[in-house]
């Protein structure tokens, strides 16, 4: 088992940044790749980014490329997604995940899930 605890979420004005981290805690090495997703209220849980915990692979909605980045630390075992000229529209609950391999872009193939921190951006 993966224990998966999202944070960093909060308030910030249109422009500004916020940075989430994603601490697992558990079995591991039991996963490869850490993703990132949000759901807004009404809306289905959309991806937003996903990497490997080795490095080198990473994938980004076109919704954010540009303004947001993932990286992790391994000796802390957390990953953390930065996000910078955030737009109202980025306003939802964001979802850490971790998946046992490749580095998918679909919600189904990740294993373990966070509770989700809110991230709200005011216009």
């Known amino acids: 088992q993966v224990q998966v605890v999202e944070s960093g979420g909060g308030l910030v004005q249109a422009g500004g940044s916020l940075r989430l981290s994603c601490a697992a805690s558990?079995?591991?090495?039991?996963?490869?790749?850490v993703g990132w997703f949000r759901q807004a209220q009404g809306k289905a849980r959309e991806f937003v980014a996903a990497g490997n915990w080795g490095g080198g692979r990473t994938y980004y909605a076109d919704s954010v490329k540009g303004r947001f980045t993932i990286s992790r630390d391994s000796a802390k075992n957390t990953a953390y997604l930065q996000m910078n000229n955030l737009k109202p529209e980025d306003t939802a609950l964001y979802y850490c995940a971790v998946a046992q391999w490749g580095v998918p872009v679909q919600a189904s193939e990740y294993a373990y899930w966070g509770q989700g921190t809110q991230v709200t951006v005011s216009s």
């Open positions: 558990g079995r591991t090495y039991d996963y490869y790749a």
